[in-house]
């Protein structure tokens, strides 16, 4: 069984670009979730999606849209990057509602300069 | 005031030490789950725990609903644990997106 892939590993974007990120979700998982890591802090919670629909978002602006595919997996997408969209990016995939846990991908990280 | 706190922020222990890691929390949850992070940034899920205790070689992660805590421990502890260890909780009734706490950075030496 396949873990989480995520791609790109790095990222470097001029401010004002658009960029999109893509996570392949484990095998036999339905739901993907998006993390946003800044330096030093703990993950927060973008945005989830559960059989090609947002099912849950957090407190990011519509800047930040996403997908998710037939094969569950997923793509992020940031319009208009700002300086303090640097940071890590996580995608975690899991099955439902996640009674059995969560598989995280290794992440990307975006600098924006 | 987070909704998931951690301590201690920072760790340092020499080899084989018992350590202990803290996370509470402010929310209902459905479950709590301990990951570790490594430098590169992959996150790998160590336990997830609705109640008691769950033991997984030398780790041990419990909690108290009642009290709204739980510890991770480790024994005899490695220069390999070396990682940031974070607390995630899964609010009840969330459609599944988690809440961290910052992390516990431990640093393990020989």
């Known amino acids: 069984e396949t873990g989480v892939t995520q791609s790109p590993t790095h990222l470097i974007k001029t401010r004002g670009q658009q960029v999109t990120l893509r996570c392949s979700s484990q095998?036999?998982?339905?739901?993907v979730s998006w993390y946003q890591q800044a330096l030093g802090q703990g993950p927060q919670f973008i945005f989830q999606?559960?059989?090609?629909?947002?099912?849950g978002r957090g407190n990011f602006p519509p800047r930040f849209s996403g997908l998710q595919f037939p094969n569950y997996s997923s793509e992020l997408n940031v319009n208009a990057l700002e300086l303090d969209d640097s940071a890590l990016y996580l995608c975690a995939s899991s099955l439902g509602s996640s009674s059995y846990g969560y598989t995280f991908g290794s992440g990307t990280r975006l600098t924006v300069v | 005031k987070n909704e998931v706190e951690q301590s201690p922020q920072n760790l340092t222990a020499q080899e084989g030490e018992f350590i202990t890691i803290n996370c509470s929390y402010s929310v209902g949850i459905s479950a709590l789950h301990w990951l570790q992070q490594h430098p590169g940034g992959g996150i790998v899920s160590l336990f997830m725990l609705s109640s008691g205790k769950k033991k997984h070689g030398r780790l041990i992660a419990t909690i108290n609903i009642q009290e709204k805590h739980s510890s991770l421990h480790i024994t005899a502890s490695h220069p390999r644990d070396s990682a940031v260890y974070i607390c995630?909780?899964?609010?009840?009734?969330?459609?599944?997106?988690?809440?961290f706490g910052k992390g516990t950075k431990l640093s393990v030496k020989p």
């Open positions: 995630a909780v899964r609010p009840g009734g969330s459609q599944g997106n988690l809440i």
């Open positions: 999606y559960y059989r090609e629909e947002e099912n």
């Open positions: 095998s036999g998982h339905n739901t």
